[in-house]
C-alpha cells in the first residue's frame, strides 16, 4: 500500500507538470486553433529568465513568482506579435509549422544564451521533506501540485467569469461572430498566448527547482502531449486532468511492471482512448458543416 | 511569349508533361546528376546520397499529408521499421540485399494498417498525435525486443551486393539511391495522376463530399497509408545501406518533425515541392556553415563555440521565414519564377 | 529544329561535366598534420565532447609550441556528432574528405561501433579514449588503440571494494540503467561482482535515457530493501536518483560511472548528503598527477574554454600526445602505417603523472586500463582515491 501511494504521489508530481503544460496547450487551441509546437521551448525560455533573474537579483522566493509572471506574459506577448500575427489569415497548418520552426530557433537561442550545461535553481522554496501519512514529498514536490490546482482554478474561473474569459470562449466558438460582437481578436490571440506562456513558465520553475534548469527541459513539452490529447485539445480542465492521468499511470506502469513503460504507457492509453472518444476524454466533437 | 497552356485532348491533360522541351531538360537533369560521382568529392556525394533518401521519404509523407490531408508525425517509426526489416534480413537472415530492400517497403506498409484505423475515425491534429504516439512504441519495441532486433546494441550490415553495385562505396550506394528516386518520382506522380490520385485530393478537400460522391474513405484512407509507408520505408531500407549500422537513437521525434518540415517548406501536395524540401532542409546546415566560414576570422572564432547552435538557429528562422513570404513553399517559389519567365516583358 | 538545340544542349551538359579525379590528401601537407574528432559537441552529452576537443587542442598546442613535429604544426579538426551514431560516420566521412591523418574523438559508444569498419577499410590510426567499447580491440583491428578501462572494470572495481570494505549488514544489490548499450555494460557488471559475491540482488531496474524523474525507480528500490545501488546515470540522473533517495533516507552505498566526478554533477548532487563512490584510470583534475595538464591548459586555453575542462579534456590529452608522438617517431616522412607501427613498438608513452607510462603491443591494442576506486564528497567538492590503480 506504501508503494501504492508513493507512486500514486510521484506520478501526480510529475503529471502535474504534464497538466500544467498541457492546459497551455489547450489554452492556444482553443482560442486560435493552433497547436503551438513551442509551448516546451517557451517553458524553457520562462525559466532561464527567471533563473537569471533570480540569481542576479537574489530574489526571494515570494517576489520571484510575480516576477516570473510578468516576465512570462511579456515574452508571450512578444512570441506571438514576431512570429504569430504576421501569419494571420494564413491556413491554420501553416501557423502550426511556424511553431515548430520557433521550437527548433528556441532550442538553440536559449544554449547560445546560457550555455549548454545543467545548473541547480537555487532560488527554491524552503527545502525540506512533507509527510502525509506514508506518503513522503519535498516541498517543491507539494508546490507543483498545489501550482497545479491553482492554476486549474484560475484558468475554470477566469474563462468562467470574467468579460475576457467570455470573450475568448466567443473568439475560440465562432471569430466572425466574435468580431461583429466588438471584441477584438488580435488581442485575444495576444493573451492567449501570454496566458500560456506564463501558466507553462510557471510549471518550468517548478520543473527546474525540482530537478534542474537544463537545456532539455523542451522535452517535457512534448511528454505534454498526449495528456492534452487524452483529454482534449479544447478543453482545457481536460487537458490538466489528462497530464494527472499520465502522470499516474506512467509511474504506476514503471513501478510495477518495468521494462522503461514509464514513456509508452501514456502513449498506449492515449490510443486506446482516442479510438473510443476520437475528440478526447472531455473535448467537444467538430461539427463540419457539409 | 506564352500566354496560356492550352491542351486539346484528354491524354495531354493527363500525361506528365505534354511538352517535349520538359522531358529534354529532365533527361539533362538525370545525365547531371549520374555524372556527379566522377567530379565530386566523398562527402559531396555521401551528402547527395543523404538529399536522395531524404527526397524518397519526403516523396512517401507528401503524399500522405500534402495529397491526402492526413497529418503524420510518425515517420521515424516507419523509417525505423523499413531500416531494421532491412538490416535485420541481412545480418540475421542472410537474405539478398534486393530482396530486403523490397521488404523495406512491404513490412511498413502493412504496419501501417495499424496507424491508419485510428485515422479513420480521427482528425486534423489528434491524427498527428495518434501517429506519433505510434512512432514512440515502434522505437520502444525496437530497443526492447532485443531477441529480434538487437536491442541497443544495433545491427550491423556487412553483405552490400546489390545487383552487383558494391553499396560500400559512396559511388554505388548513390547510384542505387538515384535510380530508387527515380523510380519513386515516377511512381509517386503516377499515382497522383489516376484515380487513386484524385481520390486522395478529394479526401483532403472535403472528406463528406467525396463519401457523397462514392469515393469509399476506408479504403482510399488505407491506400494512402499503405502507399505512403512503401515509399517511406525504402528511404528507411536505403539507409541501413547508408549507415551500415544501425540503431534506434536517430529515429526519434525530431526526425519526424524534420520530414514533415520537408515538405511543407517544399510546398503542399506537390512531388516536385517534397523533392526541393528535402534538398534545402538537408543542405541548410552545410550552407550555413559555408556561410559562416566565410566571415572574417575574428568574428568566426567568437561564433565558433556555438556553431552548432547557430545552424539550428538558423534553420529553424528560415522555416518561419519561409512559411512568412512563400506558404506555397518552394515549389510555389519556382511557379512563380517560371510565370515570370514566360511573361516577360511583360510579367509583373 | 528545336529537337536539335535541346539535343545539343544535352550533349553539351554531358560534356560539360568532364571527368577529372581529385586526389585525396592523407591529412599530410609540408607544413601541417591534421588530427580529428568526431565528438558530441551539442546533445546531453556535450559535457564530455566539448572537453575532449579542448583536451586535444591543448596537447596539439603544447606540441606547436615546442617546434612543432618535424617541423609541421598539428592541427585539430573537430566535427559534431550530436551523440547521435549516423552522423558520427558523416563526421569522419568529412574529415576524410578533409585531410585527416588520424582520429582522437571516436564518437560515444555506438557511434565508435558505427565507424569502426571504415577505420578498418582506410587504415585511419585511431585512439578511442573517451567512450570505452570492447569491440573496438577484440578482435583487434590493425590502426585502431583504446585508453582506459570499460565500464565494466569501472564499476565491477567499486563494487568489489564496496563488498571487501564497506558492506552493509545484509546486503542486497540493485541496479538501475539506461536503456541503451551503456546501461547494457553497466548491468553486466553489475552481474559479474554479484555472481562472484554470490550476493543477494533485486531485478535490474531500466529507464529512458534524458528522463529526469526517478520517482518510480528509486520507490521500486526502495520496496526491494536494496542497499548497494549501481546508480548507472550518465550525467543529470545522477543526482535526481540521489534526491528521490534522499526522500526517504534511504541508506545506499552508490557506485557511479566517472561522470559522477564532473563538478556540475557534483554540483547538482550536494545537496543530498550522499557520498558515493566512482573510480578513474586517470589522476583526478586537482591532484598531483594532473598539475602538468593544468599548467598546459592555463598556457594555452582562454578562460572560457578553461571552464569546459573535466576529466574527459585529460583522456584526450592523453590520447592527443600520444598520437603526435608516434608521429614524431616516424621522423621527417610520417605516415600512417608508421604511427601505427610506432604505437604497437612497446615503447612506453609518457603522460607527464596521470597514469602509469602507458605502451601498447601488436596483440594489446589497449592500455590505461588500471582502475582507482574513488571516493566522492560532492559537498566539500572533494575526490579521495581509496585504492591503488589495479587491474580488474
Excluded at chain 3, 582506410?122 to 578511442?128: L, Q
Excluded at chain 3, 584510470?281 to 586555453?301: V, W
Aim: aromatic residues 8%.
Amino acid at each position: 500500500m506504501d508503494l501504492f501511494l508513493n507512486l500514486v504521489a510521484s506520478g501526480l508530481v510529475i503529471g502535474s507538470i504534464y497538466g500544467i503544460i498541457a492546459i497551455a496547450f489547450a489554452i492556444i487551441f482553443k482560442t486560435t486553433g493552433v497547436l503551438n509546437f513551442a509551448q516546451g521551448e517557451v517553458m524553457m525560455l520562462v525559466a532561464y529568465t527567471s533563473w537569471s533573474l533570480a540569481t542576479s537579483l537574489a530574489l526571494p522566493f515570494w517576489l520571484l513568482v510575480p516576477v516570473t509572471i510578468l516576465a512570462a506574459a511579456l515574452i508571450g506577448v512578444v512570441i506571438e506579435f514576431v512570429f504569430i500575427r504576421p501569419m494571420s489569415g494564413q491556413p491554420v497548418f501553416s501557423i502550426v509549422m511556424v511553431t515548430i520552426g520557433l521550437a527548433i530557433t528556441l532550442r538553440s537561442l536559449i544554449i547560445m544564451i546560457w550555455g549548454p550545461d545543467a545548473a541547480p535553481f537555487d532560488a527554491s522554496v524552503e527545502g525540506g521533506l512533507i509527510e502525509i501519512g506514508p506518503v513522503v514529498l519535498f516541498t517543491e514536490q507539494l508546490f507543483a501540485l498545489l501550482l497545479f490546482c491553482a492554476v486549474s482554478a484560475a484558468v475554470y474561473l477566469f474563462f468562467r467569469f470574467t468579460r475576457i474569459g467570455i470573450a475568448m470562449r466567443a473568439t475560440a466558438m465562432d471569430e466572425t461572430s466574435a468580431l461583429l460582437m466588438g471584441v477584438d481578436v488580435r488581442r485575444i490571440s495576444s493573451l492567449a498566448w501570454a496566458i500560456a506562456a506564463v501558466v507553462s513558465g510557471l510549471a518550468g520553475v517548478a520543473f527546474a527547482v525540482m530537478f534542474a534548469r537544463a537545456p532539455d527541459m523542451w522535452f517535457q513539452g512534448l511528454q505534454s502531449f498526449p495528456a492534452a490529447i487524452l483529454g482534449g485539445l479544447d478543453s482545457p480542465l481536460g487537458s490538466g486532468a489528462g497530464g494527472l492521468i499520465i502522470g499516474v499511470i506512467a509511474a504506476l506502469s514503471e513501478g510495477y511492471i518495468g521494462h522503461g513503460l514509464k514513456e509508452i504507457s501514456g502513449f498506449i492509453v492515449i490510443i486506446i482512448v482516442l479510438m473510443i472518444r476520437p475528440y478526447g476524454l472531455f473535448g467537444e466533437k467538430e461539427l463540419e458543416r457539409v | 511569349m506564352r500566354t496560356r497552356h492550352f491542351v486539346e485532348t484528354y491524354e495531354k491533360h493527363v500525361s506528365l508533361s505534354h511538352n517535349p522541351v520538359t522531358w529534354s531538360w529532365a533527361l539533362v537533369l538525370v545525365l547531371a546528376l549520374a555524372q556527379l560521382p566522377m567530379v565530386a568529392s566523398s562527402y559531396v556525394l555521401s551528402l547527395a546520397t543523404t538529399v536522395g533518401i531524404a527526397a524518397i521519404g519526403a516523396i512517401g509523407l507528401n503524399i500522405l499529408t500534402g495529397s491526402t490531408g492526413l497529418i503524420s508525425l510518425g515517420q521515424a517509426g516507419f523509417l525505423a521499421s523499413g531500416c531494421y526489416t532491412t538490416g535485420l534480413l541481412i545480418a540475421d537472415y542472410n537474405w539478398p540485399p534486393e530482396l530486403a530492400l523490397l521488404m523495406a517497403g512491404v513490412v511498413p506498409a502493412l504496419l501501417s494498417l495499424l496507424v491508419g484505423v485510428p485515422s479513420l475515425r480521427l482528425k486534423g491534429l489528434y491524427l498527428a498525435i495518434t501517429t506519433m504516439a505510434f512512432s514512440f512504441i515502434v522505437t520502444h519495441f525496437l530497443l526492447y525486443a532485443e531477441g529480434i532486433t538487437h536491442g541497443p546494441y544495433g545491427v550491423r550490415v556487412e553483405d552490400l551486393n546489390f545487383l552487383g553495385l558494391d553499396l560500400a562505396t559512396t559511388r554505388g550506394l548513390y547510384t542505387l539511391v538515384l535510380v530508387t528516386a527515380i523510380l519513386v518520382t515516377l511512381m509517386a506522380l503516377n499515382i497522383l495522376r489516376t484515380r487513386v490520385g484524385r481520390a486522395f485530393t478529394a479526401i483532403r478537400d472535403h472528406d463528406i463530399a467525396a463519401r457523397v460522391m462514392g469515393i469509399s474513405l476506408v479504403r482510399y484512407k488505407l491506400v494512402a497509408f499503405m502507399v505512403s509507408s512503401f515509399f517511406v520505408g525504402i528511404a528507411g531500407g536505403l539507409m541501413a545501406f547508408q549507415f551500415r549500422f544501425i540503431n534506434v537513437d536517430i529515429f526519434n521525434v525530431l526526425l519526424s518533425i524534420e520530414a514533415l518540415a520537408m515538405v511543407i517548406v517544399g510546398g503542399l501536395g506537390s512531388v516536385a515541392g517534397a523533392i526541393m524540401g528535402a534538398v534545402f532542409i538537408v543542405l541548410l546546415p552545410e550552407a550555413t556553415r559555408e556561410a559562416l566560414d566565410l566571415l572574417p576570422t575574428g568574428v568566426n572564432n567568437m561564433l565558433s563555440t556555438y556553431i552548432y547552435e547557430i545552424r539550428g538557429l538558423l534553420t529553424g528562422l528560415t522555416i518561419i521565414i519561409m512559411l512568412r513570404i512563400k506558404p506555397q513553399g518552394l515549389v510555389g517559389l519556382w511557379r512563380d519564377v517560371q510565370r515570370y519567365w514566360t511573361q516577360w516583358p511583360l510579367s509583373k | 529544329m528545336r529537337r536539335l538545340k535541346t539535343g545539343a544542349l544535352g550533349l553539351a551538359a554531358l560534356l560539360a561535366t568532364a571527368t577529372f579525379v581529385t586526389a585525396q590528401e592523407e591529412g599530410v601537407t609540408d607544413d601541417e598534420i591534421v588530427i580529428g574528432n568526431v565528438l558530441p559537441m551539442t546533445s546531453s552529452a556535450a559535457l564530455v565532447g566539448r572537453a575532449a576537443h579542448f583536451g586535444s587542442v591543448i596537447a596539439a598546442r603544447e606540441a606547436n609550441a615546442n617546434g612543432g613535429v618535424n617541423g609541421r604544426q598539428v592541427t585539430i579538426r573537430t566535427e559534431d556528432d550530436g551523440y547521435v551514431p549516423a552522423r558520427t560516420v558523416q563526421g569522419l566521412r568529412k574529415l576524410m574528405d578533409e585531410g585527416l591523418f588520424g582520429l582522437i574523438g571516436t564518437g560515444a559508444g555506438a557511434g565508435t561501433a558505427a565507424i569502426l569498419p571504415i577505420l578498418e577499410e582506410e587504415g585511419i590510426p585511431a585512439i578511442v579514449s573517451f567512450s570505452p567499447l570492447q569491440a573496438a580491440v577484440d578482435p583487434i583491428k590493425p590502426s585502431v588503440f583504446m585508453l582506459g578501462a570499460s565500464y565494466q572494470d569501472l564499476l565491477y572495481a567499486q563494487l568489489k571494494y564496496i563488498h571487501d570494505n564497506d558492506s552493509p549488514e545484509s546486503p542486497k544489490y540493485g541496479v538501475i540503467r539506461q536503456d541503451d548499450d551503456f546501461g547494457n555494460q553497466v548491468e553486466e557488471a553489475f552481474h559479474r561482482a554479484v555472481d562472484e559475491f554470490g550476493a543477494d540482488t533485486a531485478e535490474p531496474i531500466r529507464y529512458k535515457r534524458g528522463q529526469k524523474d526517478f520517482g518510480a525507480e528509486i520507490l521500486r528500490t526502495r520496496s526491494e530493501g536494496v542497499n548497494v545501488l549501481v546508480a548507472g546515470g550518465v550525467t543529470t540522473e545522477i543526482p535526481a536518483m540521489l534526491k528521490e533517495a534522499s526522500k526517504f533516507k534511504l541508506d545506499l552505498r552508490i557506485a557511479t560511472v566517472p561522470t559522477s566526478t564532473l563538478p556540475p554533477i557534483m554540483q547538482l548532487s550536494a545537496p543530498f548528503g550522499y557520498d558515493y563512490y566512482s573510480g578513474d584510470y586517470i589522476s583526478p583534475r586537482g591532484s598531483e598527477g594532473s598539475q602538468h595538464f593544468e599548467d598546459m591548459a592555463k598556457a594555452h586555453l582562454n578562460e572560457e574554454e578553461q571552464g569546459a575542462l573535466n576529466r574527459y579534456a585529460i583522456t584526450g590529452y592523453i590520447a592527443t600526445s600520444i598520437m603526435i608522438e608516434a608521429i614524431r617517431r616516424c621522423g621527417d616522412e610520417p605516415t600512417r602505417a608508421c604511427a601505427v607501427e610506432q604505437m604497437e613498438s612497446g615503447e612506453a608513452f609518457d603522460t607527464h603523472g596521470i597514469t602509469l607510462p602507458l605502451d601498447f603491443a601488436p596483440d594489446r591494442h589497449i592500455s590505461a586500463t588500471a582502475v582507482r576506486v574513488l571516493q566522492v564528497d560532492p559537498e566539500a567538492g572533494s575526490l579521495t582515491p581509496v585504492t591503488e590503480f589495479t587491474e580488474y
